[in-house]
């Protein structure tokens, strides 16, 4: 695999290495060993499929509050997407940065994303489904959104959104305060 780091710390594009011959090629996608190297998070507890009907469909801006952060490595199994992270990690230098990156099934290319960032994505075609796996449980009274549309990210998105739900349409604009856990205790879940 190979490994870019992103100008936001700990954030990943991982591609594939090739190996070709006539019948196509063969690559590793994941090497428990290599990303240990790098001091990525290995522990995938739950793995998600996301499959989107149309073009312009928007997901996110999403993430959960620790202590239920989740690390996620992404990657696109059909059609394309451009998945956008921001770094949501207080005290960070790259705090409210963001970085979006083009997923295809025909690149192969993976995002990793650390603890305490924003994600969501745009697909770009009909017909487009991503798998990521996530190293903590979803935790309800944990998450977060914020409107992708937000004048505090300035996020450029290549095509203009078609479908949002109403739940992301609605999240609220982005504050510092809202990074804080509510004091309410959260129950986790099995």
Request: hydrophobic share 35%; net charge negative; charged share 25%.
């Amino acid at each position: 695999m190979i490994f870019t780091e992103t100008k936001l710390s700990g954030a990943y594009i991982i591609d594939v290495k090739k190996i070709e011959d006539e019948r196509g090629f063969f690559g590793r996608s994941y090497c428990q060993k290599e990303f240990e190297a790098l001091g990525l998070n290995t522990n995938a507890v739950q793995s998600n499929v996301s499959y989107n009907k149309k073009k312009g469909t928007l997901r996110g801006l999403h993430m959960q509050l620790p202590p239920y952060g989740e690390t996620k490595l992404i990657r696109c199994t059909r059609g394309a997407l451009y998945d956008v992270i921001v770094d949501l990690r207080p005290g960070s230098p790259t705090f409210k940065q963001w970085i979006g990156v083009e997923l295809t099934a025909n690149n192969y290319r993976m995002l990793y994303v650390p603890e305490g960032f924003g994600h969501s994505f745009i697909t770009l075609e009909d017909e487009t489904e991503a798998t990521y796996q996530v190293t903590g449980f979803y935790t309800p009274k944990a998450e977060r959104g914020f409107r992708f549309d937000d004048p505090a990210f300035n996020i450029e998105w290549p095509i203009q959104p078609e479908v949002v739900s109403e739940k992301d349409r609605n999240h609220p604009l982005f504050t510092d305060a809202a990074l804080v856990m509510a004091e309410e205790p959260i129950a986790t879940q099995p």
